[in-house]
Nanobody, 124 residues
Framework: VQLQASGGGLVQPGGSLRLSCKAS????????IGWFRQAPGKAREGISC????????YLIDSVRSRFTISRDNSVNTVYLQMNLLKAEDTAVYYC??????????????????WGQGTLVTVSS
Protein backbone atom coordinates (compact mmCIF):
# COMPACT_ATOMS: atom_id res chain seq x y z
CA VAL A 1 0.00 0.00 0.00
CA GLN A 2 1.65 3.19 -1.11
CA LEU A 3 1.36 6.59 -2.74
CA GLN A 4 3.82 7.56 -5.40
CA ALA A 5 4.24 11.22 -6.33
CA SER A 6 6.15 11.93 -9.52
CA GLY A 7 6.61 14.47 -12.25
CA GLY A 8 8.83 17.02 -10.58
CA GLY A 9 11.85 18.57 -12.20
CA LEU A 10 13.58 21.74 -13.21
CA VAL A 11 11.50 24.25 -15.13
CA GLN A 12 11.96 27.87 -16.11
CA PRO A 13 9.72 30.58 -14.72
CA GLY A 14 6.50 30.66 -16.68
CA GLY A 15 6.75 26.98 -17.52
CA SER A 16 4.50 24.07 -16.67
CA LEU A 17 4.71 20.70 -14.98
CA ARG A 18 2.18 18.00 -14.24
CA LEU A 19 2.60 16.06 -11.04
CA SER A 20 1.06 12.63 -10.61
CA CYS A 21 -0.02 10.89 -7.44
CA LYS A 22 -0.59 7.21 -8.03
CA ALA A 23 -1.86 4.81 -5.42
CA SER A 24 -1.19 1.13 -5.25
CA UNK A 25 -2.95 -1.31 -2.97
CA UNK A 26 -6.00 0.88 -2.43
CA UNK A 27 -8.42 3.04 -4.37
CA UNK A 28 -7.93 6.80 -4.34
CA UNK A 29 -11.62 7.32 -5.04
CA UNK A 30 -12.35 6.15 -1.50
CA UNK A 31 -10.39 9.00 0.06
CA UNK A 32 -9.79 12.69 -0.02
CA ILE A 33 -6.51 13.47 -1.76
CA GLY A 34 -4.38 16.47 -1.03
CA TRP A 35 -1.30 18.05 -2.52
CA PHE A 36 1.17 19.71 -0.21
CA ARG A 37 4.50 21.41 -0.66
CA GLN A 38 7.43 22.31 1.51
CA ALA A 39 9.79 25.01 0.37
CA PRO A 40 13.31 25.22 1.78
CA GLY A 41 13.22 26.60 5.30
CA LYS A 42 9.43 26.76 5.39
CA ALA A 43 6.66 24.72 6.87
CA ARG A 44 4.73 22.28 4.76
CA GLU A 45 1.52 23.76 3.37
CA GLY A 46 -1.57 22.26 1.83
CA ILE A 47 -2.19 23.70 -1.62
CA SER A 48 -4.90 21.66 -3.31
CA CYS A 49 -7.27 18.81 -2.70
CA UNK A 50 -10.09 16.80 -4.18
CA UNK A 51 -13.00 15.25 -2.38
CA UNK A 52 -13.90 11.86 -3.79
CA UNK A 53 -17.51 12.09 -2.59
CA UNK A 54 -18.37 14.67 -5.22
CA UNK A 55 -15.07 15.50 -6.95
CA UNK A 56 -15.16 19.00 -5.50
CA UNK A 57 -11.77 20.64 -5.48
CA TYR A 58 -9.95 23.32 -3.59
CA LEU A 59 -6.83 25.36 -4.30
CA ILE A 60 -5.23 27.97 -2.12
CA ASP A 61 -5.29 31.55 -3.32
CA SER A 62 -1.67 31.71 -4.40
CA VAL A 63 -2.09 28.91 -6.95
CA ARG A 64 -5.78 29.04 -7.83
CA SER A 65 -5.37 30.80 -11.16
CA ARG A 66 -2.37 28.67 -12.19
CA PHE A 67 -2.81 25.12 -10.86
CA THR A 68 -5.50 22.52 -11.53
CA ILE A 69 -6.19 19.30 -9.67
CA SER A 70 -7.82 16.43 -11.50
CA ARG A 71 -8.11 12.67 -11.41
CA ASP A 72 -8.25 9.61 -13.60
CA ASN A 73 -9.87 6.79 -11.70
CA SER A 74 -9.03 4.30 -14.43
CA VAL A 75 -5.36 4.57 -13.48
CA ASN A 76 -5.96 5.38 -9.82
CA THR A 77 -4.09 8.67 -10.13
CA VAL A 78 -4.62 12.28 -9.14
CA TYR A 79 -2.80 15.02 -11.01
CA LEU A 80 -1.66 18.54 -10.24
CA GLN A 81 -1.23 20.59 -13.38
CA MET A 82 0.99 23.55 -12.62
CA ASN A 83 1.18 26.41 -15.10
CA LEU A 84 2.89 29.80 -15.04
CA LEU A 85 5.32 28.52 -12.47
CA LYS A 86 7.18 31.01 -10.34
CA ALA A 87 10.39 30.79 -8.38
CA GLU A 88 8.35 30.76 -5.18
CA ASP A 89 6.72 27.50 -6.29
CA THR A 90 10.05 25.76 -5.76
CA ALA A 91 9.46 23.07 -3.18
CA VAL A 92 9.15 19.37 -2.54
CA TYR A 93 5.61 18.40 -3.44
CA TYR A 94 3.77 15.61 -1.65
CA CYS A 95 0.43 13.93 -2.02
CA UNK A 96 -1.50 12.48 0.86
CA UNK A 97 -4.87 10.99 1.68
CA UNK A 98 -7.40 11.29 4.46
CA UNK A 99 -10.53 9.23 5.01
CA UNK A 100 -13.81 10.59 3.79
CA UNK A 101 -15.64 12.22 6.68
CA UNK A 102 -14.44 15.77 7.07
CA UNK A 103 -16.71 18.55 5.90
CA UNK A 104 -14.31 19.37 3.11
CA UNK A 105 -10.97 18.24 1.81
CA UNK A 106 -9.07 21.35 2.93
CA UNK A 107 -8.85 20.18 6.54
CA UNK A 108 -5.13 19.76 6.12
CA UNK A 109 -4.34 18.29 9.53
CA UNK A 110 -6.46 15.21 8.84
CA UNK A 111 -4.21 13.89 6.09
CA UNK A 112 -2.57 10.81 7.51
CA UNK A 113 -1.09 8.74 4.70
CA TRP A 114 1.74 10.22 2.69
CA GLY A 115 3.73 9.49 -0.37
CA GLN A 116 7.33 10.45 -0.85
CA GLY A 117 7.89 13.88 -2.30
CA THR A 118 8.86 15.04 -5.73
CA LEU A 119 11.08 18.09 -6.12
CA VAL A 120 9.98 21.00 -8.26
CA THR A 121 12.60 23.63 -8.99
CA VAL A 122 11.62 26.78 -10.84
CA SER A 123 14.69 28.62 -11.98
CA SER A 124 16.18 30.24 -15.02
Amino acid sequence: VQLQASGGGLVQPGGSLRLSCKASGFRLDSYMIGWFRQAPGKAREGISCIDSRDDSTYLIDSVRSRFTISRDNSVNTVYLQMNLLKAEDTAVYYCATQPLGARNCANWIRYDFWGQGTLVTVSS
